[in-house]
T-cell receptor, first 110, second 112 residues
Framework: DSGVTQTPKHLITATGQRVTLRCSPR?????VYWYQQSLDQGLQFLIQ???????AKGNILERFSAQQFPDLHSELNLSSLELGDSALYFC?????????FGEGSWLTVV | TQLLEQSPQFLSIQEGENLTVYCNSS?????LQWYRQEPGEGPVLLVTVVTGGEVKKLKRLTFQFGDARKDSSLHITAAQPGDTGLYLCAGGTNFGNEKLTFGTGTRLTIIP
């Protein structure tokens, strides 16, 4: 158990819909990262927040957005979903120089 | 765009054999990390190397960072079924920074 909690674990939704993925970082960790893992693209960095502020941005689509709340939990919002958005979405938090990943949220768009 | 190519992509060997996985890039990284990911779980950090030429050992696993900090290798001695998993290398451009570039992955299967 990494200490990073993600919900939901599995989600099936239709194209065009919007979903929200939730992440609770390890206790005391201020940084939250979101990654997307798909078969064809591998593990891709999406975005990072530190203590409520956006710190770094990766290959995140404009249809996707994220935020980190005062209690440090984070949400990744995916809108106008397309079939190609089907993937495993990971949240991670950093403690020192170690990044801990959650178990992921498996999104299937049909 | 920084790319990290891993080879082989798939590897299936008998228990007790040795193996090496490679992680190559044309870009220089300030740090290189290796992760193992098992089905239904997120990647778990195995090691971080930061100095060119650095070698780190973790029981039967030996990690090396290339002198030019563009490549790395993972060597497993006397592989065991518990070593089965997806191995990912990841490069960082600022040590401790979080914007990691992950490799393409090596799926390792150890046959009992």
């Amino acid at each position: 158990d990494s200490g990073v909690t993600q919900t939901p674990k599995h989600l099936i939704t239709a194209t065009g819909q919007r979903v929200t993925l939730r992440c609770s970082p390890r206790s005391g960790d201020l940084s939250v990262y979101w990654y997307q893992q798909s078969l064809d693209q591998g593990l891709q960095f999406l975005i990072q927040y530190y203590n409520g502020e956006e710190r770094a941005k990766g290959n995140i689509l404009e249809r996707f957005s994220a935020q980190q709340f005062p209690d440090l939990h984070s949400e990744l919002n995916l809108s106008s979903l397309e079939l190609g958005d089907s993937a495993l979405y990971f949240c991670a938090s950093r403690s020192g120089n170690t990044i801990y990943f959650g178990e992921g949220s498996w999104l299937t768009v049909v | 765009t920084q790319l990290l190519e891993q080879s082989p992509q798939f590897l299936s060997i008998q228990e007790g054999e040795n193996l090496t996985v490679y992680c190559n890039s044309s870009s220089v990284f300030s740090s290189l990390q290796w992760y193992r990911q098992e089905p239904g779980e997120g990647p778990v950090l195995l090691v971080t190397v930061v100095t060119g030429g650095e070698v780190k050992k973790l029981k039967r696993l030996t990690f090396q960072f290339g002198d030019a900090r563009k490549d790395s290798s993972l060597h497993i001695t006397a592989a065991q079924p518990g070593d089965t998993g997806l191995y990912l290398c990841a490069g960082g451009t600022n040590f401790g920074n979080e914007k990691l570039t992950f490799g393409t992955g090596t799926r390792l299967t150890i046959i009992p």
